[in-house]
């Protein structure tokens, strides 16, 4: 019951997005809705189950203010933008185009899925009732917060450059980006790890391996880093392929020659 009441919740938000971003002919705010997703259902999973206190206060806080920090974050740069649509729907748009509403509503509604997908280590930890932490959460805890802050400097470090730069062809090198072709990417991936290193004390906290996984599939393989790196070399050609050849794409690592 629990889980079907996230299900509703997800199928809400993004049916509304939906109709939303067909009003407004600019799809891009699905990334919106997508981070700030994350928030009502990790609330609603504190509160609904009956694990140890301490434990689903900490979790449903930790990743309610992520989701709404990176809801935040997309919000102002996807408002700030329209009704110019983010070019990775721009592509989507043009190859649609036959029932592109109801292509882009399967879409959504898969977005929505992989959320509730992703809240799996969430879920599973809410419903541990040991009442003291383990020192498994204790690390993936402090993973977590590592991976939140690198995430948030990666952002405003990117939202810097691009406030001060006025070449829109320029590619941020500064702080993380200089060692790291996609750093926010590689955060928010270290972000489910810690939360499955925090999911393993709880009964079948194993299956909890799935939601990291499939945040770096999707990250790795699908819509993360090669439709990015597809469209940056389109837009900045060699400039691009140089960054490329000295740039780690995902770990960040010490720049080469």
């Given at each position: 019951?629990?889980?079907?009441?996230?299900?509703?919740?997800?199928?809400?938000?993004f049916l509304l997005t939906w109709r939303l971003s067909?009003?407004?002919?600019?799809?891009?705010?699905?990334?919106?809705?997508?981070?700030?997703?994350?928030?009502?259902?990790?609330?609603?999973?504190?509160?609904?189950?009956?694990?140890?206190?301490?434990?689903?206060?900490?979790?449903?806080?930790?990743?309610?203010?992520?989701?709404?920090?990176?809801?935040?974050?997309?919000?102002?740069?996807?408002?700030?933008?329209?009704?110019?649509?983010?070019?990775?729907?721009?592509?989507?748009?043009?190859?649609?185009?036959?029932?592109?509403?109801?292509?882009?509503?399967?879409?959504?509604?898969?977005?929505?899925?992989?959320?509730?997908?992703?809240?799996?280590?969430?879920?599973?930890?809410?419903?541990?009732?040991?009442?003291?932490?383990?020192?498994?959460?204790?690390?993936?805890?402090?993973?977590?917060?590592?991976?939140?802050?690198?995430?948030?400097?990666a952002d405003a470090q990117?939202?810097?450059?691009?406030?001060?730069?006025?070449?829109?062809?320029?590619?941020?090198?500064?702080?993380?980006?200089?060692?790291?072709?996609?750093?926010?990417?590689?955060?928010?991936?270290?972000?489910?790890?810690?939360?499955?290193?925090?999911?393993?004390?709880?009964?079948?906290?194993?299956?909890?391996?799935?939601?990291?996984?499939?945040?770096?599939?999707?990250?790795?393989?699908?819509?993360?880093?090669?439709?990015?790196?597809?469209?940056?070399?389109?837009?900045?050609?060699?400039?691009?392929?140089?960054?490329?050849?000295?740039?780690?794409?995902?770990?960040?690592?010490?720049?080469?020659?």
């Amino acid at each position: 019951m629990i889980l079907t009441v996230a299900a509703l919740i997800l199928l809400a938000l993004f049916l509304l997005t939906w109709r939303l971003s067909i009003r407004l002919d600019n799809y891009s705010f699905v990334d919106v809705t997508w981070s700030l997703a994350f928030a009502p259902v990790a609330l609603w999973y504190a509160l609904a189950h009956d694990g140890w206190m301490p434990r689903r206060a900490v979790i449903g806080v930790l990743v309610a203010a992520w989701s709404l920090r990176l809801g935040l974050h997309l919000w102002k740069r996807v408002a700030s933008h329209h009704p110019k649509e983010d070019v990775r729907y721009a592509v989507l748009r043009e190859k649609w185009k036959v029932n592109r509403e109801r292509a882009f509503l399967w879409f959504f509604l898969m977005q929505g899925a992989l959320v509730w997908l992703l809240m799996l280590p969430v879920h599973l930890i809410a419903q541990q009732e040991a009442m003291e932490f383990h020192p498994l959460e204790y690390a993936g805890l402090a993973l977590w917060l590592l991976a939140l802050t690198g995430e948030g400097l990666a952002d405003a470090q990117l939202a810097k450059f691009k406030k001060t730069n006025r070449d829109p062809n320029a590619i941020c090198q500064a702080g993380l980006w200089r060692y790291s072709r996609h750093p926010n990417y590689f955060f928010q991936s270290l972000l489910w790890w810690g939360l499955f290193l925090m999911a393993l004390p709880a009964p079948w906290g194993w299956t909890a391996i799935v939601a990291p996984l499939a945040m770096l599939h999707f990250l790795l393989n699908v819509t993360g880093i090669p439709l990015t790196e597809k469209l940056s070399i389109e837009k900045r050609g060699d400039v691009y392929r140089e960054y490329q050849r000295t740039t780690s794409a995902f770990v960040p690592w010490f720049p080469k020659r």
